[in-house]
Antibody, heavy 118, light 107 residues
Framework: EIQLQESGPGLVKPSQSLSLTCSVT?????????WSWIRKFPGNKMEWMGY???????NYNPSLKSRISITRDTSKNQFFLQLNSVTTEDTATYYC???????????WGQGTLVTVSS | DIQMTQSPASLSASLGETVSIECLAS??????LAWYQQKSGKSPQLLIYAASRLQDGVPSRFSGSGSGTRYSLKISGMQPEDEADYFCQQSYKYPPTFGSGTKLEIK
């Protein structure tokens, strides 16, 4: 069965970069689908951040376009999130998820809380 | 972006009660609407896709309906394990956007 697992620092200082890893087991990320990052803010608002496709193309939320980068390491079956110039407003639980062709998310990681604070 | 207005923000229901949660899209989304359940400390689970299609393994007491801009999730007979947050998501246009969530508790 497919499983996704986020990892990375739980605390990032303002103005620095947030970097997270999503490790995927049970499915090869180059075989199909789009691999997304989604975040849930305190107060429960959720935001789709972007994806990297099975072919390596990317698509980002315009609200983040200047700060976000999603890359991958196919040899490790992992994909990554980098968010630059973070502020306290980037404090959230970050999820990686697999996006179906219809744009829904059937598989999610358990989420990782990232706090932006000095 | 398409705005998804979800209501109510919170809800309490007795065991066996039928509950409904609604999402209103800021424009027509052609049934490209999903519902998720998220229990405390867990990742979201897909319940419904394409507005009314039940994801494999989801109990039949969950159902979805709607069209155009208005969609709803119904739980027919509240069970203890249904206590959770629920939220909708549109996939009609990029970027995908989510409702603000409904906290469902047992009365």
């Amino acid at each position: 069965e497919i499983q996704l697992q986020e990892s990375g620092p739980g605390l990032v200082k303002p103005s620095q970069s947030l970097s997270l890893t999503c490790s995927v087991t049970g499915y090869t990320i180059t075989s199909g689908y789009d691999w997304s990052w989604i975040r849930k803010f305190p107060g429960n608002k959720m935001e789709w951040m972007g994806y990297i496709s099975y072919s390596g193309s990317t698509n980002y939320n315009p609200s983040l376009k200047s700060r976000i980068s999603i890359t991958r390491d196919t040899s490790k079956n992992q994909f990554f999130l980098q968010l630059n110039s973070v502020t306290t407003e980037d404090t959230a639980t970050y999820y990686c998820a697999r996006m179906w062709d219809d744009g829904t998310f059937a598989y999610w990681g358990q989420g990782t809380l990232v706090t932006v604070s000095s | 972006d398409i705005q998804m207005t979800q209501s109510p923000a919170s809800l309490s229901a007795s065991l066996g009660e039928t509950v409904s949660i609604e999402c209103l899209a800021s424009e027509g989304i052609s049934n490209d609407l999903a519902w998720y359940q998220q229990k405390s400390g867990k990742s979201p689970q897909l319940l419904i896709y394409a507005a009314s299609r039940l994801q494999d393994g989801v109990p039949s007491r969950f159902s979805g309906s709607g069209s155009g801009t208005r969609y709803s999730l119904k739980i027919s007979g509240m069970q203890p394990e249904d206590e959770a947050d629920y939220f909708c998501q549109q996939s009609y246009k990029y970027p995908p956007t989510f409702g603000s969530g409904t906290k469902l508790e047992i009365k």
